[in-house]
Protein backbone atom coordinates (compact mmCIF):
# COMPACT_ATOMS: atom_id res chain seq x y z
CA UNK A 1 0.00 0.00 0.00
CA UNK A 2 1.46 3.40 -1.11
CA UNK A 3 0.53 6.41 1.89
CA UNK A 4 1.74 9.59 0.72
CA UNK A 5 1.74 11.65 4.06
CA UNK A 6 2.07 15.83 4.25
CA UNK A 7 2.67 17.87 6.69
CA UNK A 8 4.67 21.57 6.36
CA UNK A 9 6.35 20.53 10.06
CA UNK A 10 8.98 17.97 9.00
CA UNK A 11 9.47 16.24 12.02
CA UNK A 12 5.37 15.21 12.14
CA UNK A 13 5.68 14.35 8.49
CA UNK A 14 9.01 12.14 8.99
CA UNK A 15 7.94 10.72 12.08
CA UNK A 16 4.78 9.61 10.89
CA UNK A 17 6.57 8.10 7.73
CA UNK A 18 8.85 6.21 9.79
CA UNK A 19 6.14 4.40 11.63
CA UNK A 20 4.17 3.68 8.62
CA UNK A 21 7.73 2.40 6.77
CA UNK A 22 8.12 0.20 9.98
CA UNK A 23 4.92 -0.99 9.24
CA UNK A 24 4.90 -2.15 6.08
CA UNK A 25 3.61 0.25 3.73
CA UNK A 26 5.78 2.36 0.69
CA UNK A 27 5.41 5.70 2.42
CA UNK A 28 6.41 9.10 0.76
CA UNK A 29 6.77 12.54 1.98
CA UNK A 30 5.61 16.09 0.96
CA UNK A 31 6.08 19.18 3.42
CA UNK A 32 3.71 21.39 1.61
CA UNK A 33 0.34 21.01 -0.58
CA UNK A 34 1.92 21.68 -4.38
CA UNK A 35 4.64 18.94 -3.37
CA UNK A 36 2.01 16.66 -2.21
CA UNK A 37 0.02 17.31 -5.68
CA UNK A 38 3.01 16.73 -7.71
CA UNK A 39 4.05 13.88 -5.97
CA UNK A 40 0.72 12.28 -6.06
CA UNK A 41 0.66 12.47 -9.83
CA UNK A 42 4.34 10.61 -9.77
CA UNK A 43 3.87 7.52 -7.36
CA UNK A 44 -0.17 7.52 -7.52
CA UNK A 45 -0.94 6.73 -3.70
CA UNK A 46 -3.51 4.99 -2.16
CA UNK A 47 -3.70 7.01 1.18
CA UNK A 48 -3.38 10.65 1.59
CA UNK A 49 -2.35 11.56 5.34
CA UNK A 50 -2.24 15.20 5.31
CA UNK A 51 -2.09 18.06 7.69
CA UNK A 52 -4.89 20.60 7.07
CA UNK A 53 -3.72 24.10 7.96
CA UNK A 54 -0.62 24.61 5.65
CA UNK A 55 0.55 27.63 3.73
CA UNK A 56 -0.42 28.42 0.00
CA UNK A 57 -2.33 24.98 -0.86
CA UNK A 58 -3.95 23.98 1.88
CA UNK A 59 -4.83 19.90 3.14
CA UNK A 60 -8.50 19.92 2.29
CA UNK A 61 -7.71 21.56 -1.34
CA UNK A 62 -4.26 19.03 -1.55
CA UNK A 63 -6.84 16.41 -0.97
CA UNK A 64 -9.59 17.70 -3.24
CA UNK A 65 -6.92 17.63 -6.43
CA UNK A 66 -5.72 14.34 -5.65
CA UNK A 67 -9.15 12.90 -5.51
CA UNK A 68 -9.59 14.21 -8.51
CA UNK A 69 -6.86 12.86 -9.69
CA UNK A 70 -7.27 9.45 -8.58
CA UNK A 71 -11.06 8.61 -7.12
CA UNK A 72 -9.55 6.04 -5.23
CA UNK A 73 -7.33 7.33 -2.97
CA UNK A 74 -8.27 7.22 0.46
CA UNK A 75 -8.30 10.47 2.70
CA UNK A 76 -6.99 11.28 5.92
CA UNK A 77 -7.09 14.39 7.36
CA UNK A 78 -4.81 15.52 10.55
CA UNK A 79 -5.70 18.47 12.65
CA UNK A 80 -4.55 20.16 16.30
CA UNK A 81 -7.78 22.45 15.65
CA UNK A 82 -11.15 21.13 16.83
CA UNK A 83 -12.84 23.78 14.66
CA UNK A 84 -12.30 21.64 11.70
CA UNK A 85 -15.50 19.99 11.31
CA UNK A 86 -17.34 23.50 10.18
CA UNK A 87 -14.80 23.83 7.58
CA UNK A 88 -15.57 19.90 6.15
CA UNK A 89 -19.53 20.56 5.87
CA UNK A 90 -19.02 23.64 3.80
CA UNK A 91 -20.12 23.72 0.14
CA UNK A 92 -19.25 21.10 -2.59
CA UNK A 93 -17.98 18.99 0.65
CA UNK A 94 -20.70 16.56 1.43
CA UNK A 95 -19.55 14.72 -2.28
CA UNK A 96 -15.89 14.08 -0.25
CA UNK A 97 -15.76 11.65 1.83
CA UNK A 98 -12.36 12.03 4.83
CA UNK A 99 -11.53 11.13 7.45
CA UNK A 100 -10.78 13.33 10.35
CA UNK A 101 -7.73 12.57 12.77
CA UNK A 102 -7.25 14.90 15.80
CA UNK A 103 -3.30 15.74 16.66
CA UNK A 104 -1.40 14.46 18.47
CA UNK A 105 -1.80 11.00 17.33
CA UNK A 106 -0.74 7.95 18.61
CA UNK A 107 0.61 5.37 16.49
CA UNK A 108 -1.47 2.54 17.85
CA UNK A 109 -4.64 5.14 16.78
CA UNK A 110 -3.49 5.56 13.45
CA UNK A 111 -3.00 2.49 12.64
CA UNK A 112 -6.29 1.49 13.56
CA UNK A 113 -7.67 3.81 11.32
CA UNK A 114 -6.13 3.23 8.65
CA UNK A 115 -7.16 -0.44 8.99
CA UNK A 116 -10.70 0.59 9.31
CA UNK A 117 -10.25 2.78 6.03
CA UNK A 118 -8.37 0.30 3.96
CA UNK A 119 -8.89 -2.93 5.34
CA UNK A 120 -5.34 -3.64 6.56
CA UNK A 121 -4.41 -5.67 9.70
CA UNK A 122 -5.61 -4.60 13.00
CA UNK A 123 -3.28 -2.54 14.48
CA UNK A 124 -2.79 -4.80 17.23
CA UNK A 125 -1.12 -7.31 14.29
CA UNK A 126 1.53 -4.52 13.45
CA UNK A 127 5.19 -5.49 14.43
CA UNK A 128 6.33 -1.90 14.99
CA UNK A 129 4.18 0.87 16.12
CA UNK A 130 6.55 3.01 19.10
Known sequence: M????????????????????????DTFIAYNGETAIATAIEVTPDLLITDVFMKDVNGVEAAIHIRMLNPDCKVILCTGRPDLANLLHGDNMEEYSFELI?????????????????????????PHVD
Open 2 to 25: RVLVVDDMRIIADTLAQILRNNGF
Open 102 to 126: HKPVSPHHLLARIRGLCGVPYASEF
